[in-house]
């Protein structure tokens, strides 16, 4: 396995704990060139990589426990409304 396989074999282990312990669901995970331009996304975007998730949750969305989570995972989240885009905490576009 190359170093992106595993980086990708990582992050979707870890998008997926994160899912398990916060009841969340994943809404869009990777993105084509064409449709990240189309939703405005930066050239570098983390989806273009599967390096990225929109998670929504079953009920309310997670505090501050969330985040350390994600922290000790290696990713951040963004709040972006409905939803929380989750990706790398080192990822830069």
């Not at 992050?11 to 997926?16: G, K, Q, T, V, Y």
Request: hydrophobic share 40%; net charge negative.
């Amino acid at each position: 396995m190359n170093q992106s396989d595993l980086a990708l074999t990582e992050f979707a282990l870890s998008a997926r704990a994160y899912c398990y312990a916060f009841s969340g669901s994943v809404q869009s995970w990777g993105r084509t060139v064409d449709h990240n331009k189309h939703v405005g996304g930066v050239p570098r975007s983390a989806p273009l990589a599967f390096l990225a998730v929109d998670v929504t949750y079953d009920g309310a969305t997670p505090g501050p426990e969330a985040d350390r989570f994600l922290e000790a995972h290696g990713l951040k989240r963004i709040n972006e409304g409905d939803h929380d885009h989750v990706m790398p905490a080192d990822w830069q576009p």
